[in-house]
T-cell receptor, first 113, second 114 residues
Framework: NAGVTQTPKFQVLKTGQSMTLQCAQD?????MYWYRQDPGMGLRLIYYSASEGTTDKGEVPNGYNVSRLNKREFSLRLESAAPSQTSVYFC????????????FGNGTRLTVT | AQTVTQSQPEMSVQEAETVTLSCTYD???????LFWYKQPPSRQMILVIR??????QNATENRFSVNFQKAAKSFSLKISDSQLGDAAMYFCAYRSAVMGKLIFGQGTTLQVKP
């Protein structure tokens, strides 16, 4: 059981380049999330998808777009990367509301030069 | 909007001793869930313990326990008999029963000294 799979694990971009971070889960979860982790700031929510076909902005959505391709996959796109987007990105999923814990991928370390 | 605050950026504990990590949160909701996650250097996010707000009894998982004070909006994590493998960053998190988003605190880095 793979859980939540993120690709790539590491990426280096130049300012202005674009890229898509991929996330897939095999647990039949309804909700999926994208977070970024920066030193001293914890994990901050970028976008989330409560169910297939819906997406909503989180705390820090500027500079990002998302696609909930199907129930399994939720991708995060940087159209024009900026140094401020250097961070570690986590995808997570959960079956529903309430006390179910989120399951996280192993993260993508992105550096924008 | 809900917020979660961890006021201790770093803590250290001697192996086999007990340490408490602090967390406070702000919400106007009555139904919610609180979590502690551990992040070792591998970057993996590992659930440590979970507390339902409607339960008065504090959650316990082996050497990990919480002190949940709903009126004070406080949710601290106690680690007993600390082990070297407990060294990690610990995040407190809040999840509304309605909205479902998980909101994190800033994290506390725990060092365990042999």
């Amino acid at each position: 059981n793979a859980g939540v799979t993120q690709t790539p694990k590491f990426q280096v971009l130049k300012t202005g380049q674009s890229m898509t971070l991929q996330c897939a889960q095999d647990m039949n979860h309804n909700s999926m999330y994208w977070y970024r982790q920066d030193p001293g700031m914890g994990l901050r929510l970028i976008y989330y998808s409560a169910s297939e076909g819906t997406t909503d902005k989180g705390e820090v959505p500027n500079g990002y777009n998302v696609s909930r391709l199907n129930k399994r996959e939720f991708s995060l796109r940087l159209e024009s990367a900026a140094p401020s987007q250097t961070s570690v990105y986590f995808c997570a999923s959960v079956s529903g509301q309430g006390g179910s814990p989120l399951h996280f991928g192993n993260g993508t370390r992105l550096t924008v030069t | 909007a809900q917020t979660v605050t961890q006021s201790q950026p770093e803590m250290s504990v001697q192996e086999a001793e007990t340490v408490t990590l602090s967390c406070t949160y702000d919400t106007s909701e009555s139904d919610y869930y609180l979590f502690w996650y551990k992040q070792p250097p591998s970057r993996q996010m590992i659930l440590v313990i979970r507390q339902e707000a409607y339960k008065q009894q504090n959650a316990t998982e082996n050497r990990f326990s919480v002190n949940f004070q709903k009126a004070a909006k406080s949710f601290s994590l106690k680690i007993s008999d600390s082990q070297l493998g407990d060294a990690a960053m610990y995040f407190c998190a809040y999840r509304s029963a309605v909205m479902g988003k998980l909101i994190f605190g800033q994290g506390t880095t725990l060092q365990v000294k042999p």
